[in-house]
């Protein structure tokens, strides 16, 4: 039954993305609902076993593609605008989400933490498949979004290593501290024997694929030895392999047969989740209702962030309204975090969000005049408070000790996941508003002296 069961999970994985192509929907929603039907918790044609390895080199290679798109240059290029509005953006969302979880749902402090860091996540995915489906994918606003995105999986990298070392006797922070510089050495080695070696390589595409490889191979290999976790490894790998000139026109090769291995990571997760759940009126609402204001606070605080940023009123419309949808990371935060949510099946749960966001991601941007248009009004009404705003962000990124400070501030959910506490959110508000005092009192004297 093995070889038939591989066989019919690839058959029904590509059946998927060829029926998710016909009817313009994301492949991830259709994927989720057939591996659901056809897993354990479905009609059992499929086990675990008969997906379970090809998953694994999945999710590496998910990873390793979203390290590919981490080019040093990009990174210098976008700079703090990108880590500023990752930071901004995803804290205005998992508060709100965080709070509502804890008082709403009696939530533990760490699992609503949880919950909403996850969901404060966008899912770089289906923000490329729409941003493409509606033409604006080449926009200033799109591009510096990507950017942003960039971020925002480098923060879910961090999180699910913190999710994975949660629990343990020792202190999270320093499992995870230690790894790293444990790793650090290696990972320096390879990078400068390979820029090296890249170089000496005959100018052949079957060659650059295959050191392309050998690189993530190596990498991966030595994280299972210093005990790092094999998506932080592959991440890396794929971050080194951006950098090399002479691997840019193998980038499609590589897409494609990651894809192929991505498709089965997500087919086992949809497996592992239990959609026949949503039969059940209460989650249905409950899904509903946490997917409204999930909504609601990703459209409105990436309009605002884009509006602070001196973004035209149009283009925080179509920024706010294309990331609004939740994907792969908060997939894997939750099949990572299932042990922590005893007596709540939180995967089917993240399972459902994703299933419905994915699908409404590609009828927001249809609200698109409407809210462009209501976004006028605001902007034209507050342009006074729009312009003080501007003024204090620019002092902020001015003065980089407080811009630093802010941001690590700004990092509650991060923080207080590390801590295992929720720091109390009027404090949070007071040392941030201090912050920016300091920060305009300062920048008043640097003026005064320049005068």
Do not use: C
Not at 10 to 38: D, H
Not at 198 to 207: F, H, I, S
Not at 252 to 272: A, D, E, R, V, Y
Not at 290 to 302: D, H, M
């Amino acid at each position: 039954m093995g070889v038939i069961g591989f066989l019919i999970a690839l058959s029904l994985a590509f059946l998927s993305y060829f029926i998710a192509k016909s009817i313009k929907l994301p492949e991830l929603a259709i994927l989720l609902i057939i591996a659901s039907l056809v897993g354990p918790n479905g009609f059992e044609l499929v086990t675990m076993e008969e997906v379970e390895i090809f998953s694994s080199i999945g999710v590496m290679f998910l990873l390793y593609m979203i390290g590919l798109e981490f080019k040093t240059e990009n990174l210098l290029f976008y700079g703090k605008r990108g880590l500023l509005f990752a930071v901004l953006k995803m804290t205005l969302v998992a508060i709100p989400i965080s709070i509502m979880a804890y008082f709403l749902f009696n939530f533990s402090v760490f699992q609503a933490l949880l919950l909403g860091a996850g969901l404060s996540i966008t899912s770089t995915a289906i923000f490329s498949q729409v941003a493409k489906s509606f033409g604006v994918h080449k926009r200033p606003e799109a591009k510096q979004l990507f950017a942003e995105l960039v971020w925002e999986d480098i923060f879910a990298i961090f999180l699910l290593l913190l999710v994975s070392s949660y629990g343990k006797e020792s202190s999270i922070f320093v499992n995870i501290i230690v790894g790293l510089l444990y790793f650090a050495i290696p990972y320096f080695i390879v990078r400068e024997i390979s820029s090296v070696l890249v170089k000496k390589l005959p100018n052949d595409e079957e060659v650059y694929f295959l050191f392309s490889m050998a690189i993530a191979g190596v990498l991966v290999l030595v994280g299972e030895l210093l005990n790092v976790s094999e998506e932080l490894a592959a991440f890396l790998a794929g971050s080194i392999v951006a950098n090399f000139k002479e691997i840019e026109r193998i980038k499609q090769h590589l897409k494609i047969l990651s894809s192929t291995f991505i498709i089965f990571f997500f087919f086992s997760l949809g497996m592992q989740g239990n959609l026949l759940v949503l039969l059940n009126p209460l989650l249905i609402g409950f899904i509903l209702f946490v997917l409204l204001v999930n909504a609601i606070f990703k459209t409105f605080s990436t309009s605002f962030i884009t509006l602070l940023f001196r973004g035209t009123p149009k283009q925080a419309a179509m920024s706010g309204l294309l990331m609004m949808s939740i994907g792969e990371f908060s997939l894997l935060l939750a099949d990572k975090g299932r042990e922590f949510f005893e007596g709540f099946d939180v995967f089917s749960f993240v399972s459902g969000l994703v299933l419905v966001s994915s699908v409404l991601a590609w009828y927001f941007p249809k609200l698109y005049p409407a809210y462009a248009s209501y976004l006028i009004r605001v902007v034209n009404h507050s342009s006074s408070l729009f312009n003080v705003l501007r003024k204090k962000l620019v002092i902020l990124k001015e003065d980089k000790k407080i811009f630093y400070a802010i941001l690590f501030i700004l990092a509650f959910p991060l923080s207080s996941l590390i801590l295992n506490s929720a720091l109390p959110l009027p404090l949070l508000l007071l040392a941030t508003i201090s912050l920016i005092f300091i920060a305009t009192l300062r920048g008043k004297k640097r003026k005064n002296k320049s005068n």
